[in-house]
Structure formats: C-alpha cells, structure tokens
C-alpha cells in the first residue's frame, strides 16, 4: 500500500528541522520512529503533505544523567532505552516497560518521544510517563517550553503540543533508593496493544510508610491517566495487603474504559485494571526491599 | 538563519545510495515507496516478502544498520547511507548459513512463506544473544508470524542455530 503523496526532508540539526516546521506549520508531520507514523500513511488514514525526518538529528539522540534527572531525547529507541545501563541502574521501570513494546522489530525503530506524540489511548509509554511524573521539552517557534506529564494528554491522539512544535526530551526525576516499580500489561497476543496497562512507581520511608506514589494506567479511559485518587490513599500509609487490595479498587473506580469488540468489555477492563494494580503494587512492594 | 537550500528533500524522485548485502546501489525513488518494494522491485531481491503489509507479520524482515526491521513500516528514502542484509546475503559460496543448515534439518518450515523474514530476525537476534534459552526465543520471535508449523520446529531450530553457532 502506498501513502498519498508528500515531500520528504530529512534535516541533519534541529536548527533546520525548526526552519522547515515553521514554514509549514500544521502541514508538516515530524518522523519519529515511523511505527506509528507509517502505517497511518499507508492506509490513507491521514495524509500529510511534509514529512521531516529526524533520524539525522543527532541532538535527539541521547541519554543523558544530570542533577538527580534523567534525560531521553525524543528519537533515542526503545531497543536503546532496553539495552541502556543507566537507565536499568536508576529507572528501572523505564527498562521495564520499554520489553513490553510490540515486538523487537518494533522496538529497534520505534521511540519514546514519537509513542508520546502520537498519544495513543493504549500506549505503554504514557503510563510510565505519569507514574513517574515524568516532563517534555518541546521547541516552538516561539522558543522552548516545558509540559509536565500531567498535562500532556488532552484527548485521544491529542496531546498539549501546538503545530509546528517538536518534542525533544523526556525529563524523568530519578527516584530515592527505597523505591519499587513494576509495569504490568495484558496483552492479547505477542506484540498486541494493551487490554490495559498499569505502570507504578512507589517510595517507602525507613518507618515503612509510602512516601511517593504513581500508578499509570493505559487503556482503561480517552487517554492514558494517573490513579490519583489510589496515590492519595496510599501516600503515609504502610503498604499491606490491605492498603494495597483497597488501592487497587479505588484505582478502578477512576477508570473510564470503552467496550471494544477486540479486547473486551469496560467491565472486563475495569476488573483487570484492578487486578493488575493490584499485581503492580505487591511487586513494587517486594521490589522496594532491594532487590531488583 | 538556517537555509533550506541544504536539506535532503523530494517529492518525486530523491536520489538515494545504500549498500544492500555488501554491493553499492544508486537508484532513484519517490518518498512514498516503502523500503520492501524498493528491495523487491527496484532490486529484484524478492526473497523478502509482504506478508500482512501492516507491520504485524514480520515476513518482510531485513536487518537495516544492524538491527532487525520491518521493511513494510519503513520507507525506501530512509535507506540512503545506510547498509542492509536480506535472507540473499545468508548463503556464502553455496553454503547455507547456520539459521538456515538449522530450519532445514530440524523443519522450521513447511510453505515457506515466513522463513525469510523468521530467519533474518533469528540472525539478528543470535547476534544479540548467542545463547538464549526456550522463553527467550519465544520472545525474540514474537513479531514474526508463522501459520504452519505452530514454531514449535522453529524454536527447535533456533536451539540447534544457536549451539553451531556457538561452536564456531
């Protein structure tokens, strides 16, 4: 199947790359990975006359430590962020998640920054994003700025990005040394979406009382979310059976999932939600005891 | 100001030049043409294939800068100055490479049609990871797609691929 027609660019720094979003603003799409770029193309579901891309850029590329932060540039690939010590040794819920991305085709071109962008409902890398609270650069025509994670995802497909405006990085806080985390997804089958997703990020004080707390959950609403409501109820409390079974269902109670032919009703979705909280949280728990 | 004069760009024809399976190719193509087809039809390299052409199946499997991909999700211009291996440059002097010796002695295949893109993916992947366990291989060749031997012989194959080449 082939795309509409449009004119491909291939800028070699993100000076050039500015110069060709501003000139065409809306009528120009960047190309991340392409894994979900491409197939939308091919299949007519868009059509965009320009086409920038950025795997020439090589500013986009890095992963960086600085000042207790992790940085992840826009077109650094999940096989990278897989395959990257620093990030195995500091966030290890990135690593984590970065193995349930599609496939390993998938993974050798796909991106952090472009899964964002693209803002699918089910994407893995938005529940990461919000558990751990996580921030974008962006760069504009009007210079750079900063969207926090909790204000990224408008809508489906639609994030706080204005047109002509590129991601490129992904500010992560490193978390203190008693901490867990655990990604748990159900999939389908092999490489499939997710039914839903669960990212949790948790820091327990020495007394044993949870001093931070993220749960993000993707495709159980219009956009991945946060479970606000279940991270309240946890923070200064010991993290138990108990608290972690009464967590779990107040996370699903904040979830809006569809019905969907393919992966299974809302009620479905909102009972593996919690069960999967639930799984997600008891690890963390484990995990936060030092071992990885 | 940045000049626009610089930047590599195209509507109908971009001149691109890669290397596929070692030899130097110049063509030219337009931006739309998807990787796979400019393997096969400007190259004559028909030994990947299109299977679901949705980037689901992994029949179209070529390892692109040294990483395993789908040359159906990848667009043809995006091959310039890069170097790729197809199931064509397995095979040195008429003898088969150790993935394939493998599929052919445990019968990792029987239509054949997945085999190019299964084996390209397995070369890849036994680079990355000589000697992966049963859970491993399983997980390595998720995105590729197999409707007749239920992998089990391709798993199988991958055990053997991998102990040869292990040997070497």
């Known amino acids: ?292 | 100001m940045m000049q626009e004069g610089s930047i590599t760009r195209g509507t109908h024809r971009i001149k691109i030049h890669a290397r596929i399976n070692g030899k130097t190719v110049e063509e030219e193509v337009e931006p739309r043409m998807l990787l796979v087809h400019f393997i096969r039809e400007k190259l004559g390299l028909t030994g990947t294939h299109i299977g679901c052409d949705t980037s689901n199946c992994g029949a179209c499997t070529v390892i692109y800068n040294g990483k395993s991909v789908k040359s159906c999700t990848m667009l043809a211009v995006q091959a310039d100055e890069s170097e790729i291996e197809t199931i064509e440059s397995l095979e040195k002097d008429g003898h088969l490479n150790p993935v394939q010796e493998a599929f052919r002695e445990n019968h990792g295949l029987q239509c054949g049609f997945c085999t190019p893109g299964m084996i390209m993916e397995i070369a890849w992947f036994l680079r990355e990871n000589p000697h992966p366990n049963e859970d491993q291989i399983r997980w390595g060749i998720s995105g590729n797609m197999c409707r007749c031997t239920g992998y089990q012989n391709i798993v199988e194959s991958v055990k053997a691929a991998s102990e040869t080449m292990g040997g070497e």
Not at chain 1, 146 to 157: K, L, M, N, P
Request: charged share 30%; glycine share 10%.
């Open chain 1, 1 to 292: 199947m082939f795309s509409e027609e449009f004119e491909y660019f291939r800028p070699k720094s993100l000076d050039e790359a500015m110069v060709l979003m501003k000139k065409y603003g809306e009528n120009a799409r960047v190309l991340a990975g392409g894994m979900s770029l491409i197939p939308l193309l091919k299949s007519r579901v868009i059509s965009i006359p320009n086409i920038v891309d950025m795997s020439r850029v090589p500013e986009l590329s890095k992963i960086e430590e600085r000042q207790g932060e992790i940085r992840i540039g826009s077109m650094v690939t999940d096989y990278e962020i897989e395959n990257s010590k620093l990030l195995y040794e500091k966030i290890s819920l990135i690593k984590e998640v970065s193995g349930w991305i599609g496939d390993p085709q998938v993974r050798n071109r796909g991106t952090m920054g472009g899964s964002l962008c693209h803002a699918d409902p089910s994407g893995d890398w938005g529940a990461c994003f919000l558990a751990l609270r996580g921030r974008a650069t962006v760069i504009g025509d009007k210079g750079e700025r900063t969207i926090e994670s909790d204000d990224f995802f408008e809508d489906s497909y639609t994030t706080a990005m204005k047109s002509g405006e590129v991601m490129t990085e992904i500010i992560f806080p490193i978390p203190e040394k008693r901490s867990g985390y655990s990604y748990k997804k159900m999939e389908r089958k092999a490489g499939d979406f997710a039914t839903v997703g669960v990212a949790v990020q948790i820091s327990i004080s020495e007394k044993g009382e949870c001093t931070y707390a993220g749960i993000g959950m993707t495709a159980v609403a219009p956009t991945p979310i946060r479970s606000r409501k279940a991270e309240a109820f946890l923070m200064g409390k010991k993290v138990d059976e108990n608290t972690v079974r009464e967590a779990a269902k107040i996370a699903a109670g904040e979830t809006e999932p569809m019905d969907d032919p393919l992966r299974g009703s809302a009620e479905f979705k909102r009972y593996i939600c919690e069960v999967l909280v639930r799984r997600g949280l008891n690890e963390a728990m484990e995990r936060s005891k030092g071992v990885k």
